[in-house]
């Protein structure tokens, strides 16, 4: 069984910084490791996914996460945010094994909040 | 880029009334999942199916709930007798391999 741990449940920024979202899982498998956004009253967006090669991932938006294998870690960052950026941001991973069928399973979420 | 279409978005019902929530996934996904967020919670999974069966359910997934794909296009989840704790969002997602899931944008649902 998989679990994933985000730390940090609210994150309030200032426009324009940096910010880094943390997540942390446990498997006693390999997995692939996701990135969802949800803006307020939207669904569930793929940012960025983690499935194999160079464990730094980018997305379209300037978000970038490092796959860290030692420490179990998948952490979202943006070296400088904007008002748009406002949402939940949930981290999620699926076993590598048992095919297509495989559930995601998710954090508890961070909502991240920038401030003008 | 294609979508997965969740109807209605929002729907309220009447407790121990059945709902019944429906789904177009991506056209050529084999892969089915039905998810819940219950308000200020993380996302849950519910059931994942494949085949035209079940491949997987969750323990909220219990003899309330069923899923349905009863044409090539649709996926239903139904609740039989929708409690007050079933209030929730739902999200329906599709994939066509373990490469990522796409989500629908869901579908609100009140039981009062």
């Known amino acids: 069984a998989q679990s994933v741990t985000q730390l940090d449940s609210q994150v309030p920024v200032f426009e324009e910084a940096p910010v880094e979202l943390r997540c942390n899982y446990s498997?006693?498998?390999?997995?692939?490791l996701f990135w969802y956004v949800q803006y307020p009253n939207q669904g569930l967006q793929l940012l960025l996914k983690y499935l194999s090669g160079s464990t730094l991932v980018e997305s379209i938006n300037g978000f970038e996460a490092e796959f860290n294998k030692s420490q179990t870690s998948f952490h979202l960052r943006k070296p400088s945010v904007h008002i748009s950026d406002t949402a939940e941001y949930f981290c999620a991973v699926r076993s590598m094994q048992g095919g297509g069928s495989e559930k995601l399973v998710f954090g508890k979420g961070t909502k991240l909040t920038v401030n003008p | 880029e294609p979508e997965v279409t969740q109807t209605p978005s929002h729907q309220v019902t009447q407790m121990g009334q059945e709902v019944i929530l429906r789904c177009v996934p991506i056209s050529n996904h084999l892969y089915f999942y039905w998810y819940r967020q219950i308000l200020g919670q993380k996302v849950e999974f519910l059931v994942s199916?494949?085949?035209?069966?079940?491949?997987?359910k969750s323990e909220i997934f219990d003899d309330q709930f069923s899923v349905e794909r009863p044409d090539g296009s649709n996926f239903t989840l139904k609740i039989r007798s929708t409690k007050l704790e079933d209030s929730a969002m739902y999200f329906c997602a599709s994939s066509g391999d373990y490469a990522g899931y796409t989500f629908g944008s869901g579908t609100r649902l009140t039981v009062v």
């Open positions: 498997s006693s498998v390999s997995v692939y």
């Open positions: 199916f494949y085949n035209n069966e079940i491949s997987e």
